[in-house]
C-alpha cells in the first residue's frame, strides 16, 4: 500500500493494541488535569494529527483501483477504527475555534453599555468548554481501547474488618453493601444476593452479590480494596467521650464473563448443607437450604443461602465458584501483574485503603486520585453522588492510560528513529 514505509498506516496502533490497567501509584507525580487539559498536551496533538493525516490517505487510497482484496480489507478496517477519532477530533477544533473567537470579542467588549453582551458571551463560553472536556473524554475513550471484562457481570463480595474497630466495621460493612445494592438499582442492573451473614449486633460479617447490566465491571472495578471508616460510635463510652473510632471493611470486585468455560470436576468438590443463618423468611433455620461448595484442589469455598430450594442455592454456589476459579486462570495468563484479589484485598491494613469515609468532616477521600466528597449520606445513598465518584475515577484512568501509552509511544518512535 506504501502508507506503512512512511510511518502512517498501521494495522494497529500501540494504543489500539495494547491492554491497559489502572495503576494510581504514579498519578501523584503528575498534574491533577482534566481531559480538556491532557487535549492540549503537545504529544496528544502530535499523535492526533498523525492519526488525521492517516485517516485521509486511507480514504484516498480506498478509491484506488489498484488494490487486492486482502489490501482492500486491511485499510477498511483501519478506516473504520479511525473515522470516529478523526470525526471528534475536527468537533474539537472546531469548539476551540469558536472559544478563540469568543475570547477576542471578550477583550474588546470593555464598555458599561457592552456588559450584557459580555456577559452573554461569557455563558456562551462556559458552554463550550463543557462541549470540549465532553468531546475530550469522548476521544480519549476512543484512543484507549475497552477493556475485555467491562460488558461482563460481576461477583462482588464484602467482608468487615477482622483486626481493627469491632462493631463500627460490621455496621459500615452494612452499609456498603446496601450502597452497591442501591447503586444497582440506580443504574438499573439486576443484583441478587448469594450470601449473607449477618452480624449479632444488626451489622454484616460478609456478603456476596451477581450483579448484571450494562457495562457493571467497568463502573465496580475500581471499587475493590480497603475501605476505611472513622466515625463515633452511636453507643458506648466511645459515643458519651465523643472518642472518634477507625475501622475498615475490604470489597472484591470480579468480573464474571457470561461464557464461563471452567470444567469441575464433581469429585473434586466437597459439598454441604445446612441451615441458613440471615435473614430469608420462614424457612430459615427450618430446612437445610443453604449449600457450602467446597472446591477440594484449591480450597476454594462459596457459599449461597437466599433461596428457599437447595438445589438452586447450589446452582447459584456452582456459578460463583466457576467464576472465582476463571479468575484464577485470568491471574496465571497475567503472572507479570499483581493478582485482581491480591491487588484489591490486600492485606486489609489500613495503609493499603482506598478510600476513607470520615463521617465526623463529612467527608470521602479517594486516595488514588486525592479527590474529596462532601455528604456521606448521599455517597452511602448509592445514587447520584456515588456516579459522580465512580465517573471521576473512570475519567482518571483514561487520562493515566493515554498519557502512559503517549510516553510508550514516544519511547517507541525515539528507539526506531
Known amino acids: 500500500v506504501g502508507l506503512h514505509n512512511r ?11 495494547g491492554r491497559f490497567t489502572l495503576s494510581f501509584n504514579g498519578w501523584h507525580r503528575k498534574t491533577h488535569q482534566d481531559s480538556q487539559a491532557l487535549w492540549k498536551h503537545e504529544a496528544v496533538q502530535k499523535y492526533l494529527e498523525t492519526l488525521s493525516k492517516e485517516y485521509q490517505q486511507v480514504r484516498h487510497l480506498l478509491n484506488a483501483d489498484s488494490l487486492n482484496d486482502f489490501e482492500q480489507r486491511s485499510l477498511r478496517r483501519r478506516f473504520a477504527n479511525l473515522s470516529p477519532i478523526a470525526a471528534t ?26 456588559k ?55 455496621q459500615f460493612t452494612k452499609e456498603m453493601f446496601e450502597m452497591y445494592q442501591n447503586y444497582a438499582d440506580y443504574k438499573r442492573w439486576t443484583f441478587d444476593i448469594v450470601n449473607y451473614v449477618p452480624a449479632e449486633i444488626g451489622g454484616l460479617h460478609h456478603a456476596a452479590a451477581h450483579i448484571s447490566g450494562e457495562d457493571v465491571y467497568k463502573h ?7 475501605h476505611r471508616v472513622q466515625r463515633i460510635p452511636e453507643t458506648g463510652i466511645s459515643s458519651r467521650m465523643q472518642r472518634i473510632h477507625t475501622g475498615t471493611m475490604s ?20 459439598i454441604d448443607t445446612f441451615r441458613a443463618k440471615g435473614a430469608g423468611g420462614q424457612h430459615v433455620n427450618k430446612t437445610d437450604s443453604a449449600v457450602r461448595i467446597v472446591h477440594l484442589p484449591t480450597g476454594l469455598a462459596v457459599e449461597c443461602q437466599q ?69 456521606i449520606k448521599e455517597i452511602l445513598s448509592g445514587k447520584e453522588a456515588l456516579d459522580k465518584l465512580i465517573n471521576r475515577l473512570l475519567e482518571f484512568a483514561e487520562i493515566e492510560a493515554v498519557t502512559e501509552n503517549l510516553e510508550n509511544l514516544q519511547a517507541f518512535e525515539g528507539e526506531n528513529s
Open 220 to 226: 465496580l472495578k475500581y471499587e475493590g480494596g480497603t
Open 116 to 170: 450584557q453582551l459580555l456577559e452573554l458571551a461569557l455563558e456562551e463560553k462556559e458552554t463550550l468548554d463543557k462541549k470540549m472536556n465532553m468531546l475530550s473524554r469522548k476521544l480519549f475513550r476512543l484512543l484507549v481501547p475497552q477493556e475485555k471484562y467491562d460488558r461482563s457481570p460481576v461477583i462482588l463480595e464484602v467482608t468487615a474488618g477482622r483486626t481493627t474497630g469491632g462493631d463500627i466495621c460490621q
Open 7 to 17: 510511518g502512517f498506516w498501521r494495522p494497529k496502533s500501540l494504543l489500539d493494541a
Open 89 to 114: 477530533f475536527q468537533e474539537i477544533k472546531e469548539a476551540e475555534r469558536e472559544v478563540q473567537e469568543l475570547e477576542a470579542m471578550c477583550r474588546e467588549l470593555d464598555s458599561r453599555d457592552e
Open 307 to 375: 433461596e428457599r430450594s437447595q438445589q438452586m442455592n447450589k446452582e447459584t454456589a456452582l456459578r460463583t465458584l466457576r467464576a472465582k476459579l476463571y479468575q484464577q486462570v485470568l491471574e496465571k495468563q497475567l503472572s507479570q501483574e499483581q493478582s485482581a484479589r491480591k491487588l484489591q484485598l490486600g492485606t486489609r491494613a489500613q495503609s493499603e485503603r482506598i478510600r476513607t469515609y470520615n463521617f465526623t468532616q463529612d467527608r470521602v477521600t479517594d486516595h488514588r486520585i486525592s479527590y474529596d466528597a462532601r455528604n
Open 251 to 270: 470489597v472484591i470486585v470480579l468480573p464474571q464473563p457470561e461464557e464461563v468455560d471452567v470444567k469441575v470436576d464433581p469429585k473434586d468438590l466437597r
